[in-house]
């Protein structure tokens, strides 16, 4: 079964940190870029990084300045979201997805979403 599991949310003080880790199963992950995203409820769902399969990061929202890193280990069929200074505004769930490429839309393969909520 093609699956993506997000991990690592949670609740966390203004300026703290987490890390969002994002597994794969069920296809090739060496071979698809990965994206995270955030929702809040009644908003759109936002960019807030790409990487692709070779690990260039290709994008980061203009909300992150600075304070989040995309990474991936292939042999752990991971992606992380390393996530410091973070404000209140931060609170969302996040999701990670993946797609041959990154693009602004379309993303054929879905996790289920991390809630990370950050108190001030």
């Known amino acids: 079964e093609v699956q993506l599991a997000e991990s690592g949310g949670g609740l966390v003080q203004a300026g703290g940190s987490l890390k969002l880790s994002c597994i794969a199963s069920?296809?090739?992950?060496?071979?698809?870029?990965i994206g995270w995203f955030r929702q809040v409820p009644g908003m759109e769902r936002e960019g807030v990084s790409c990487i692709d399969s070779s690990a260039y990061i290709l994008y980061y929202g203009d909300f992150v300045q600075g304070r989040f890193t995309i990474s991936r280990d292939n042999a752990k069929n991971t992606a992380y979201l390393q996530m410091n200074s973070l404000k209140p505004e931060d609170t969302a769930v996040y999701y990670c997805a993946a797609d041959t490429h990154c693009t602004a839309y379309g993303w054929s393969i879905w996790g289920q979403g991390t809630q990370v909520t950050v108190s001030s």
């Open positions: 069920g296809f090739t992950f060496d071979d698809y870029a």
